[in-house]
Each structure stands twice: as structure tokens, then as C-alpha cells.
């Protein structure tokens, strides 16, 4: 595996569920047959929006060209009781590890990790019924229909979080972009300065024909990380969903325990689950001789604290398959999984025909509640039955009484969604 090409692991993107089609007023016409009767059909089910994961995809890059997602409406219905096809979904790919959120509120809506996982995100809208559905025996010919119910629409905000093996974590020009490239076939940058790893890379390491171990080099860590300092909280999330971490300390460092330390106080700061990790320690930079004359100290110092580092070279590539070994060892007896958000437990919405009668600058009464309003929308206005039987469903929830106990008055305008009514007792 390379290096990930235009790695970008936040993005934010525009859906929309497709709107339903419109029922149809119409009545049979045909020779020989005066009273046909109504053969409006039904409108067709607006596309939904659906997020899928592709093992393929690594990085939010694609949707630098595309923001947004807008699924097809459904057709309107027909003549001949024809229904009107339904709208196209949309299917947005995601690489695995994606969390999905309403960018405005901030909820939790979907985290995609399973190759292949499929999730209807937003539905469609209803087609509207055609005046054929209306007919009764004492309406037999219905001049009304229903027009589609609207989709939905939000804007997302999708974060990436690398799926790993092993997180290679550690100060900045400790050796984790070295690291990484002795082990596996990545080709991070590498330079002799902070912050050069400006993207996590992700890496393949093969210890035999049976056993590999996917690593993740995570930029470097600076005090104050977890507050969005350096690099920040930008790339310690990528840490979350590892399982074991290789703590990368650079040995020609003043105090390497310290630095040890400082990694783990800012990984605890940002997460405490993630101080909770396994961790191989490796003293990094013994082909340097001052550094290799200072091992023993710095294996004392260590092991004074419970810790046991492992001394490598990640330049003259010494000392890694023990470390790689260390590591699988750890995954496997360590029993810890990584960490998972949990997505919020289901609450049901308020009441559906809730609403709210309030009063416009201009004097106007306005009437505000999802149902309503999307009632609002679904009526064919120039029909004068569709309008009597929106006004019946604003007695039935109780419109009609509040806004006569509100001091609504004769010839006032009430507003519901983008239409305005005027009032007549």
C-alpha cells in the first residue's frame, strides 16, 4: 500500500431525498362510456438517499468536486389510474470508518465501518394519491388529488477515522514516517523536521505469508494537542479506532520519558479510552552512536516505570521484526477493541401534528408544525375539494379552535409554509 493520494479526511456535503410525484385529477373518457368515472393515477415515490461503503475508498478526496446530492423526484401519476415511476436513489460511497453528522446540530447519524453496509439515510416522499383514490359512494366523482410529499434535505459533515492494526503515534521527527516506510511499501515524506507528516499514511506489514498487520503513522503530537494546537484534534481521532499503539520515542532526545509521557497525557486529554491502549515503546535512533551509548540508561529510566522499550533503528531498519512481533502480540492477547461511538438511542419525535400559532411582524397569524406544513404542500389548491379537505384537517387537529382563541378575525391572513389563506368564519 502507498501513501494515500490527497488524503482529506473532512468534508461537508449537501442531500436531498427526492420529492413524490403528484396524484392525477382525471376522469375516463372514452366512446360509449359517458360516466367513466375518476382515473387520476397516484404519483410516484420520490429517490431516497443511501450511504454505502467501498473497501476501495480511503480518503474523503471525491467530494472536493461534488458537495452535492440531490436524488430524482418521483413522476407524477397518470390517466388510466397509471402510477408515476418512482424517483432514482442516490447512493453516496464512503470509505470504511466514516462518522456521519447533521452539520447543523451536530447529532450522531451514522458511523460506516463494515465493507459493503448499506443505510437509507433519507426517504423519499410519498407519491400523492390520485382523485381515483378518493372516490366513495356518495363522492363519485372526486375532483381532488394530493400532490407528492416533499423529501428531506440537511446538510453533513462526514469525518474519517483510519481503520488500523496498530497506530504509530509519537513526537513530531521521532521516526514514524521512517517507521512506517521500513515495514510496509508506504512512501511517506520524510525530513529531518516537525510536522512533515501532514496526513496520516497508512501501510501493509507482512510478517509472513499468514499474518499482516495494518499500521497507521498519525502526525506528530505536540503539547496542547488535544486542545487543536500543531496538528491537533485533527489527527488524533484517527487514533480511536486502532487497537494497539507503537509509541515511537526519539533517543537523541534530552528526556525521552518525559516526552513518553507527554504523548500519553495529551492522548488521555483528548480520550481517556486512548491512554488505555496497548502500547509497544521503541527507542528510536540507535545507529546513532550517541544514542546507542545512552540505551541502557534509557531502558533503566523506563523500566523504573514499568515500561520496557524495545531498542530499533528505523533508518538501518534494526530491530523491527521484534517490534512488529511485539505489536502482534499485543493484538492478540489483549482483548481490547477498538473504540466504537455508539449511536444514540432511538427517542420518538414529538407529537406529529404539534404546531405553534404565532405572529408575523406584518401583523399576519402563522401557523407552524411539520405536519401542517407539509399538509400544506400536498394540497391542490385550485381544487375546491382539496381545499375543503385541507380545512378539515386543520378543525380536526385543533388549528381552527386556537386561532379563534388567539383573536384571529375576519378577512385575516394566515400563513402556513409558503401559502398564504385568508380567514373567513
Known amino acids: 500500500m502507498t501513501e494515500v493520494p490527497g488524503f482529506i479526511d473532512e468534508a461537508r456535503i449537501y442531500v436531498a431525498s427526492g420529492k413524490g410525484g403528484n396524484g392525477m385529477v382525471h376522469f375516463r373518457r372514452e ?6 368515472g375518476p382515473d387520476g393515477g397516484d404519483g410516484g415515490k420520490g429517490g431516497d438517499i443511501v450511504l454505502e461503503v467501498r473497501e476501495t475508498l480511503n480518503t474523503l478526496s471525491h467530494f472536493r468536486s461534488r458537495r452535492r446530492f440531490e436524488a430524482e423526484k418521483g413522476g407524477n401519476g397518470g390517466g388510466n389510474r397509471k402510477t408515476g415511476r418512482d424517483g432514482a436513489d442516490v447512493i453516496i460511497p464512503l470509505p470504511p470508518g466514516t462518522i456521519v453528522r447533521h452539520d447543523e446540530t451536530g447529532d450522531l447519524l451514522a458511523d460506516m465501518v463494515h465493507p459493503e453496509e448499506r443505510l437509507v439515510l433519507m426517504r423519499g416522499g410519498r407519491g400523492g394519491r390520485g382523485n381515483a383514490r378518493f372516490a366513495t359512494s356518495r363522492n363519485q366523482a372526486p375532483r381532488m388529488a394530493e400532490k407528492g410529499a416533499p423529501g428531506e434535505s440537511a446538510w453533513l459533515k462526514l469525518e474519517l477515522r483510519l481503520i ?20 510496509t511499501n508506504a512512501q511517506p515524506k520524510i525530513a529531518a523536521y516537525p510536522f512533515t507528516t501532514l496526513q496520516p499514511n497508512l501501510g501493509v506489514a507482512d510478517l509472513d505469508r499468514e499474518t499482516s498487520l495494518i499500521l497507521a503513522d498519525i502526525p506528530g503530537l505536540i503539547e496542547g494537542a488535544h486542545k487543536g494546537l500543531g496538528l ?31 504523548v500519553n497525557t495529551e492522548l488521555a486529554l483528548f480520550d481517556e479510552q486512548l491512554a ?10 540507535i545507529d546513532l552512536p550517541e544514542v546507542k551509548e545512552r540505551i541502557p540508561e534509557i531502558q533503566r529510566a523506563f523500566e523504573m516505570k514499568g515500561v520496557r522499550p524495545l531498542a530499533i533503528s528505523a533508518l538501518a531498519r534494526s530491530g523491527l521484526r521484534d517490534l512488529l512481533k511485539a505489536a502482534l502480540h499485543l493484538l492478540q492477547t489483549s482483548g481490547i477493541e477498538p473504540v466504537e461511538e455508539v449511536l444514540p438511542e432511538y427517542r420518538a419525535e414529538p407529537d406529529a401534528v404539534a404546531y405553534e400559532i404565532l405572529r408575523d411582524p406584518d401583523g399576519a397569524w402563522r401557523v407552524t408544525g411539520r405536519a401542517i406544513e407539509r399538509a400544506a404542500k400536498m394540497t391542490y389548491w385550485e381544487y375546491d375539494e382539496a381545499v375543503r379537505r385541507f380545512q378539515r384537517l386543520l378543525e380536526h387537529v385543533g388549528v381552527e379552535d386556537d386561532l379563534r382563541q388567539a383573536g384571529v378575525k375576519e378577512g385575516d391572513i394566515v400563513r402556513i409554509g409558503e401559502y398564504e389563506l385568508e380567514w373567513q368564519d
Open 164 to 183: 488500523a492494526d496498530v497506530g504509530i503515534v509519537g513526537l513530531p521527527n521521532a521516526g514514524k514516517s521512517t517507521l512506517l516506510a521500513a515495514v
Open 232 to 262: 491537533g484534534t485533527a489527527f488524533l481521532r484517527h487514533i480511536q479506532r486502532t487497537k494497539v499503539l507503537i509509541h515511537v520515542l526519539d533517543g537523541g532526545s534530552e528526556d525521552p520519558l518525559a516526552d513518553f509521557s507527554q
Open 31 to 36: 366512446k360509449y362510456v359517458p360516466r367513466g
Open 276 to 285: 488505555r491502549k496497548p502500547q509497544v515503546a521503541a527507542i528510536n535512533k
